[in-house]
Each structure stands twice: as structure tokens, then as C-alpha cells.
């Protein structure tokens, strides 16, 4: 079935240091991929997506590019802030029958330091 | 347009008592999906409605849960006979049609703690 697995945390950086969370994915066909973040204290936020490959979905300095060839949806960011800890998950929709529902990865919790 | 609210944020409650959460979709969303999420784990789907009909029900959906969106607008999950593995976060999240219907709106979710 359809899956998600994503690199395990916790991830502590230094301001401005270059980040990047794996995730890969299996899925029948071609599904869109989300990067979804939880701020502590609230609800979680659609980052960015990419709906078929070779997309790359970009927002507030965050990258990640459908990859079909090696079934991954890496996020990166060059410089990374205080105010991006979070918790960073990767996820996909399938397409067929599963019409609504998102398969989540496990969470990677982010840390950076001033 | 707010986004998507839900209520209670916190329930406590014994094992053995029924809880029932409410989760108020944005409002031009027809289709409306419930995830439970667990300490360190990813939410995972539990049911997902288009305007009132449910389209999808997880095995995790035991006879306990029960989910209604009588008129296309709120839900409600309701869980009998609580457990204390059915604590959890329960969230909740809304999507429109069209080119932004992949795009799930979330809630910030119920806290139940079973005692």
C-alpha cells in the first residue's frame, strides 16, 4: 500500500546552516506530495507540494522536487532561522480509489540555535 | 474565513465514557476528513466525507467511532466506551474542488486523554 518514510530526527542546526529532511514515498501510479509543518502550539500547515514529477514545490525558502525515478521528495533549505524549528511532515495523496485520505511520514522535529 | 476550528481543544475522560468532538470546516469546503495523531507518529486517516456522504472509512475505525456530517456543513467523531489507547490528538481538516482540492486545511485538532 501506499507509504511514507521519513528521516528520523531530532535535527538541531546553527542559524544559516543548509537543511535537508529526507523523504521518500511508495505508491501505486503517481501521487502528490506535501511537506506539511507544525509550529509548536498549532495546527499543521501546508508547506509546499508537487503533483507530478519533476515538480519542484518551493515556499518561505523551502525546496523539495518530485523525484519519480528515485521515489523522494527531499526538503532543503539554504539558510535555515530560529523561527523554522518546527516539526516537518512529509506526506502523499494517492491517486484511485484512495480518493481523500494523506499518508503521513513519522515527523522530523527541527532545532536551530541562534 | 477563520480556517477550520474544532471543539473541544482538551478533553479528559474516564475509560468507559463516550466523548463526542465537533469540527467546523472552512466554509466553501464540501469535502471533510478526521486523522488521529499520536505522540511522535504522523496523523493517520480515519474517515473523509464529500458534503454529507462518507466516501471512506480506515481499519482504524473500530465500531467505537462514529463520524456524521448530517448536512454537509460540521462533523462530529463521536468514540463510545473510550479506551485509554484512544488517546490521542484528533484532527480534523477541510478541502475544496477543483485545482486546489489536494490542498488539506487543518484544524488544531482535540486532545483527549483517557484516565
Known amino acids: 500500500g501506499d507509504s511514507v518514510t521519513q528521516m528520523e530526527g531530532p535535527v538541531t542546526l546553527s542559524e544559516e546552516a543548509f537543511l535537508t529532511i529526507n523523504c521518500t514515498y511508495t505508491a501505486t501510479g503517481y501521487p502528490s506530495l506535501f511537506w506539511y509543518v507544525q509550529y509548536p502550539g498549532e495546527g499543521l500547515q501546508l508547506l509546499l507540494k508537487?503533483?507530478?514529477?519533476?515538480d519542484k514545490g518551493s515556499n518561505k525558502g523551502f525546496e523539495a522536487t518530485y523525484r519519480k525515478e528515485t521515489t523522494s521528495f527531499h526538503l532543503e533549505k539554504g539558510s535555515v532561522q530560529v523561527s523554522d524549528s518546527a516539526v516537518y511532515f512529509c506526506a502523499l495523496k494517492g491517486r484511485g480509489s484512495t480518493l481523500g485520505r494523506l499518508y503521513f511520514g513519522r515527523g522530523t522535529q527541527l532545532t536551530v540555535w541562534p | 474565513d477563520t480556517g477550520v476550528s474544532q471543539d473541544p481543544r482538551h478533553k479528559i475522560t474516564k475509560r468507559g465514557q463516550n466523548v463526542t468532538f465537533r469540527c467546523d470546516p472552512i466554509?466553501?469546503?464540501?469535502?471533510l476528513y478526521w486523522y488521529r495523531q499520536t505522540l511522535g507518529q504522523g496523523p493517520e486517516f480515519l474517515t473523509y466525507f464529500q458534503n454529507e456522504a462518507q466516501l471512506e472509512k480506515s481499519r482504524l475505525l473500530s465500531d467505537r467511532f462514529s463520524a456524521e456530517r448530517p448536512k454537509g456543513s460540521f462533523s462530529t467523531l463521536e468514540i463510545q466506551r473510550t479506551e485509554q489507547g484512544d488517546s490521542a490528538m484528533y484532527l480534523c481538516?477541510?478541502?475544496?474542488?477543483?485545482?486546489?482540492?489536494?490542498?488539506?486545511?487543518f484544524g488544531p485538532g482535540t486532545r483527549l486523554t483517557v484516565l
Open positions: 481538516a477541510s478541502s475544496g474542488t477543483g485545482g486546489t482540492g489536494d490542498e488539506q486545511f
Open positions: 508537487a503533483t507530478k514529477a519533476d
Open positions: 466554509s466553501e469546503h464540501n469535502r
